[in-house]
């Protein structure tokens, strides 16, 4: 019979995808056969997956962990933040609605359905499912038609690991206050908990386990040290994009947008040792130094345009090509080259038409049909294969397109100027193609990593597994579950 187990956290982004992930790999090397499942997730990072739909990225690595595709049963709710109020709502890869978050509050109850069927299909066809929470248990304010914690736990009869972050302090409090809050029959689904993220010697926090265990009942699972290689794999959350610290090599700017999104296509390149990349934060200037200036995909393209410019950066763009350097738009970056973007339909808010930088000779309009899937290219300059996906709404169209980026199937895709020093394409995942990624870095004069890519994540979740293997208790982990 199949088995389940769910790592909650005491919080946010207290390494729960990761702790996922390392499991995934260490069952999966036992024999098992192991599947990744998140019922509800927040994040504009999203993978394109083998059926046609959409999921988070942290689920997608997972199901890499597993030997599996993704898969839309993997992450059947997913939230897919358009304001500081509002999600685009995706259930089962498809987008339903986009919501205010009073209103999502209304909705959810009705989803656990959903949820349910995608978590039980997935049994059908395992050994183990080893389920991800969202947030805390301990948002008690929440636990109402709860469909990401333990209203999921306990509907889905899924015993529960919490897991909390000692790097970012308070790591009792973190895991006591949690059983303190939380309802005694969500702590009764709780069979232990794992301390994250220790730096220095992990017999230090002997004492403080030991004080874990006396306060809660729950047996501890292990105190796991920091995993310094974790920047290699792909974040979920913005928050979390960590690049190497490196004082040469092709300099590399990103321009982190408010709502940027699919910020994994540049996890290739911040690998290279020939590559400084840097993600420019809100209110610093693109560094005079830069030699590409990298505009992202974003979930509200003309939100971020004007996010943009409040940061002056239209005109370090602008400053920066003068002076003889590269631009490349993906997806919205790709929008906001043109020189505007229309959304008469209101699609991604208010109905209007926001300016663009003009410095690609075409237009955007917005449309309601989402173009959502894989695909294979070749890239126009250097003839190389790219093999990414696209996922976004509106087309871009005017005579910068008769110079095309990559063409598809024989259609032309993206554009470029005259000079060839500004691009713009709606491929994403473009610089996971090992072939153009060297391409790419040798028109720069920039010689790349003999290792792919692809290579370099599995050998990197292969070392979290031996991380996890030598610090936590993963047979005991096995046997807690269900």
Known sequence: MSKSLMIQGTGSNVGKSMLVAGLCRAAVRRGLSVAPFKPQNMSNNAAVTSDGGEIGRAQALQAMACGLAPHTDMNPVLLKPETDVGSQVVVQGKRVATVKARDYAKM?????????????????????????????????????????????????????????????????????????????????????????????????????????????????????????????????????????????????????????????????????????????????????????????????????????RAQGWDEDVRAHYRRGGHVLGICGGLQMLGHSVADPEGIEGLPGTEAGLSLLDLETVMTGDKRLTEVSAVHVPTGCAISGYEMHKGRSEGPDRSRPFARIDGADEGAMSADGRIAGSYLHGMFRSDGFRRAWLAGFGVRAAEATYDHTVQETLDGLADWLEAHVDVDGLLAATR
């Not at 308070?170 to 702590?187: E, L, R, W």
């Not at 030991?210 to 796991?224: K, L, N, P, S, Y």
Request: charged share 20%; hydrophobic share 45%; aromatic share 6%.
């Open 108 to 308: 959810k109850p009705g989803l656990m359905e959903a949820v349910l069927d995608s978590f039980n299909r997935l049994k059908s066809q395992h050994d183990l499912v080893l389920v991800e929470g969202a947030g805390s248990p301990a948002e008690v304010n929440l636990r109402p038609g709860d469909i990401a914690n333990m209203g999921f736990a306990r509907a889905a009869d899924c015993p529960v690991i919490l897991a909390g972050d000692i790097d970012r302090g308070g790591v009792i409090a973190q895991i006591v206050g949690t059983q303190a809050v939380i309802d005694p029959g969500d702590a009764a689904m709780i069979q232990g908990f794992l301390v994250n993220r220790f730096r220095g010697d992990p017999t230090l926090f002997d004492d403080g386990y030991a004080m874990i265990e006396a306060q809660t009942g729950w047996r501890g699972f292990g105190v796991i040290p920091w995993f310094g290689d974790a920047w290699k794999l792909p974040a979920e959350d913005a928050l979390d994009i960590k690049t190497p610290e490196r004082a040469g090599g092709l300099h590399v700017v990103c321009l982190k947008l408010s709502r940027i999104s699919n910020f994994d296509d540049l996890d290739p390149l911040a690998q290279e040792p020939g590559v400084r990349l840097t993600m420019l934060q809100a209110g610093q200037p693109v560094p005079a130094d830069a030699d590409v200036v990298i505009l992202p995909g974003s979930k509200s393209t003309r939100g971020d345009l004007a996010f943009l």
